[in-house]
């Protein structure tokens, strides 16, 4: 089946811990996107990319950092350097052609300890 | 920069009725996209119905559908017989060619 796959799906970090959370698609789509989401809100963009070896800074990128090697995959690491990183972290991927309607895996729960 | 407003945090609705969802936004694109997500206690974002800008026809999805009023900015979401699995967040959302920008999210409860 084709979607998106994030994981872990619970992430607890420790003050000064820098954490990888995972992002995988075989949508066979060319941009790929991470966003945030805490209690109450809507989803903020913290880093996209429209193709491999490619990525733009979002609305909230400071103390996040990615990468994107293969078309299929965009982790997103965490650093010690982002001082409220408690949320909930959404990944999503679209076409790069019409309408780019995102879809999206099922989420990632990081928690400081 | 986009903004989407949604002004109302929650909205219930009995089974079987109908209910509408605002949503308003500010732009000063002429080419964009507007979206509604359905975010289930699971949390998982679920498209519910897209709308292309330049497309004057109302978008239509089975029991969902949308009134767009590109003057007036406004892109509202009607939900027809009403089911309990409807219970659940809705976001407006606005897209570019390169990024999507959200509304704080509706929640909406359905009641017997």
């Known amino acids: 089946d084709g979607g998106i796959t994030q994981s872990p799906k619970y992430l607890f970090r420790k003050e000064g811990q820098n954490v990888t959370l995972s992002c995988e698609q075989n949508?066979?789509?060319?941009?790929m996107y991470w966003y945030r989401q805490d209690p109450g809100q809507g989803l903020r963009l913290i880093y996209y990319?429209?193709?491999?070896?490619?990525?733009q800074k979002g609305d909230i990128a400071e103390g996040y950092s990615v990468s994107r090697e293969k078309k299929e995959s965009f982790p997103l690491t965490v650093t010690s350097a982002q001082k409220n990183p408690t949320a909930f972290y959404l990944c999503?991927?679209?076409?790069?052609?019409?309408?780019?309607?995102?879809?999206f895996g099922p989420g990632t729960r990081l928690l400081v300890l | 920069a986009q903004t989407v407003t949604q002004s109302q945090p929650e909205m219930s609705v009995q089974e079987a009725e109908t209910v509408t969802l605002s949503c308003t936004y500010d732009?000063?694109?002429?080419?964009?996209?507007l979206f509604w997500y359905k975010q289930p206690p699971s949390r998982q974002m679920i498209l519910v119905i897209r709308?292309?800008?330049?497309?004057?026809q109302n978008a239509t999805e089975n029991r969902f559908s949308v009134n767009f009023q590109k003057a007036a900015k406004s892109f509202s979401l009607k939900i027809s017989d009403s089911q309990l699995g409807d219970a659940a967040m809705y976001f407006c959302?606005?897209?570019?060619?390169?990024?999507?920008?959200f509304g704080t999210g509706t929640r909406l409860q359905v009641t017997l």
């Open positions: 999503a991927s679209s076409t790069d052609r019409g309408p780019k309607t995102q879809y």
């Open positions: 949508l066979n789509h060319d941009a």
């Open positions: 990319s429209q193709i491999v070896n490619d990525f």
């Open positions: 732009t000063s694109e002429s080419d964009y996209y």
């Open positions: 709308q292309e800008a330049y497309k004057q």
């Open positions: 959302a606005f897209g570019t060619a390169s990024k999507l920008t």
